[in-house]
């Protein structure tokens, strides 16, 4: 025992941390699965179990891009759009053939994820190019414009196979897919994915948080994050060393849109109706207000910002329609604490300096 | 002839676009940050209005000259309790604080004019007294465009040469432009950055006002998310034509309003705003800094 505290203790700190946060998400998990079985959670609680573990994933994602690479997203809504979509198409189609939930949903959740990480890099490859502002207006305009595709997609299933149909004219509707009587409509345009079996489940959520954590925090401390922190720090002292910036910037940018889409399909098919617009700019937002209010390159703090940003408007449901206002407030009155000087020196006065505060990046 | 009529409307959206963009562009080029709220400020501006034509009675023009009294208030208001204490933090902690406003402006708007769109009285009636619709005739009536269409063209101009009129002409503009070349020089030179940041900001607001007055004339309706897409929109026109250029903003507006309107007409109605962003994706591909933005070179 005293061994095991010795090495425990003669841990990086960096590796300390992110054990924490493994066993803290466990941990979560544990209590929450028991205030389950206790009924102690009330249905609302029970149904927005799914959804946090999906924003969590694609908090910890998004912060892989702003957090470590650097470079501001606006549309990572979009990349959870085509995981939702992708997935529950390939879940929805193969309800004949595989009869198992659990193994449709990771299936679902896989194909979803390389979906969103073929997106990724067809976006990737020219935005990575630009700088700052004018990358984050572009990846605004890829979402949007990921958004109104699916708006017009016209997807069936029957006993032929998949039939898709892209409705340009804005005059087709699923009825000109020419389905089978038995035939069964995945995505209605505009209505998106109508009928869906709903299999998404919380054990399903915990096990991706995990692997989303196992994914990006390897890849943080490993020798391709430390290349791609370098280029978020200084990009041509980067560059002039040799560090490889558009293999860099696309490996996090691609790892960050995949798991987006793997957090797209699991939310996806927690729900039987889901629409595209549901993935729009706000949700893109709503995000990134998760990972800069948790912390940029921290991870439990995206977590932790997550989770209590998803129950807080539906924690101040008493204050009814005051409550997106209060959420506001809420927003705007953290970012100015957390931006005070006098504040900032006063923390600095009563917490006792960090050792190596400096490399936990 | 039908090609010509869709431009038109697709010119005076863009005069629209336009007017929001210079707003944009002016904040950006002297504060360096994305002002996502400016959107919601010309919601605003449009409710102000059409309290002011619904419960005051007042007419058209003289509601619009109340909602940028307002909008500058508020726009300075805004500026000083929300962004001036971040003079100093990171971009994206000011970007998440706009988006903050944003989303305080939007509520408060729908606690008090409710979410259920409100009509709106266009400013320049769409038939005369006589039940005629208030129209120019060109070619023998083959040609009809619409005296707001026109008006708004025309504001857009008048704003867009006073504007660079003031900025090139007055010490208020030397100012302004001083401020986003070289904030700390500027301060050393004399000048007050924080008063003149605070004028940017009220300039573009009573903008916003004009914008939210005329765009309410096009659309004939209004609800607290009437300014969200508007913006996003000019803030692509803003990039579109090289962000922190005044003839730039002028320039993408008028193009991206073309674009959609022609898109709109020809292409689908669904993909309209599709194409127009990635219109505006390859000219940044092209052309990183936009299409009269400066390019500056690194200094290592």
């Known amino acids: ?361 | 002839m039908e090609f010509l009529s869709y431009l038109i409307s697709g010119i005076s959206l863009g005069s629209v676009y336009a007017i929001i963009a210079l707003g944009y562009t002016m904040v950006y080029g002297i504060a360096k940050m994305l002002n996502f709220a400016h959107g919601d400020v010309i919601m605003v501006g449009g409710y102000v209005s059409f309290c002011a034509v619904s419960y005051l009675g007042l007419p058209g023009w003289l509601s619009v000259v109340l909602a940028m009294a307002v909008c500058t208030a508020l726009g300075v208001v805004i500026e000083g309790l929300a962004y001036k204490p971040l003079r100093q933090a990171t971009s994206l902690a000011v970007l998440i604080t706009a988006i903050g406003v944003s989303y305080f402006l939007q509520n408060a708007a729908q606690l008090i004019w409710g979410a259920s769109p409100k009509g709106y009285t266009p400013l320049i009636p769409t038939t005369n007294a006589q039940g005629e619709p208030n129209t120019l005739r060109l070619f023998g009536g083959q040609l009809s465009i619409s005296y707001i269409s026109l008006f708004t063209m025309g504001a857009c101009i008048v704003i867009m040469v006073l504007l660079t009129l003031f900025t090139n002409r007055t010490k208020l503009g030397k100012a302004m432009r001083a401020c986003s070349e070289d904030k700390g020089a500027a301060q050393l030179m004399g000048i007050n950055v924080n008063a003149t940041i605070s004028l940017t900001f009220a300039i573009g607001s009573a903008l916003a006002a004009v914008a939210g007055g005329l765009l309410c004339s096009f659309t004939t309706s209004l609800m607290p998310t009437t300014g969200s897409m508007p913006g996003i929109k000019a803030f692509t026109a803003a990039v579109f034509g090289g962000i922190g250029s005044i003839p730039g903003a002028f320039l993408g507006g008028i193009l991206l309003g073309v674009i959609e309107s022609l898109a709109k007409a020809y292409i689908s109605t669904q993909l309209a705003n599709a194409i127009l962003f990635a219109v505006l994706i390859i000219v940044l591909l092209v052309k990183p800094s936009g299409l009269l933005g400066k390019y500056v070179p690194e200094k290592v």
């Open chain 1, 1 to 361: 025992m005293k061994k095991l505290i010795q090495k425990i203790k003669g841990l990086k700190k960096t590796t300390k941390v992110d054990f924490a946060t493994y066993l803290g998400v466990i941990l979560a998990f544990v209590i929450v699965n028991l205030l389950r079985t206790g009924g102690l959670l009330n249905r609302s609680l029970t149904g927005m179990l799914v959804p946090i573990c999906a924003y969590i994933v694609m908090a910890v994602s998004l912060n892989l891009t702003v957090g470590i690479l650097g470079e501001l997203s606006l549309g990572h809504a979009g990349f959870m759009s085509v995981g939702a979509f992708s997935g529950v198409i390939a879940a929805q189609g193969l309800q004949a053939s595989i009869p198992s939930a659990p193994a449709r949903l990771v299936i679902a959740i896989l194909v979803g994820a390389v979906f969103a990480a073929a997106a990724g890099f067809i976006v990737g490859v020219p935005v990575l190019r630009l700088r700052g502002d004018y990358l984050a207006i572009v990846t605004l305009a890829f979402g949007e414009i990921i958004k109104d595709l699916i708006n017009c997609l016209l997807v069936g299933y029957d006993s032929r196979g998949l039939h898709m149909a892209f409705n340009i004219s804005g005059s087709l509707t699923i009825n000109d897919l020419g389905l089978e009587p038995g035939g069964m409509a995945i995505i209605k345009g505009a209505q998106g994915a109508t009928g869906t079996t709903a299999i998404s489940t919380f054990t399903a959520g915990f096990v991706l948080i995990m692997i989303t954590l196992v994914v990006v925090l390897n890849l943080v401390r490993s020798r391709a994050g430390r290349a791609i922190m370098a280029l978020r720090d200084n990009r041509i002292a980067a560059e002039s060393v040799g560090v490889n910036v558009t293999k860099y910037k696309l490996m996090a940018f691609v790892t960050s849109a995949s798991l987006a889409g793997a957090a797209g399909a699991l939310y996806g098919l927690n729900y039987s109706n889901l629409a595209a617009s549901k993935f729009s700019f706000d949700t893109s937002i709503l995000v990134l207000v998760y990972v800069v209010l948790g912390g940029l390159g921290n991870m439990w703090g995206s977590i932790i910002a997550a989770a209590v940003l998803y129950i807080l408007p539906e924690a101040l449901r008493e204050f009814a329609d005051y409550r997106m206002l209060v959420y506001a407030v809420v927003l705007i009155l953290v970012m100015l604490a957390t931006n005070n000087d006098q504040l900032k020196a006063l923390a600095g006065r009563i917490l006792p300096k960090r050792k190596g505060a400096a490399d936990n990046g």
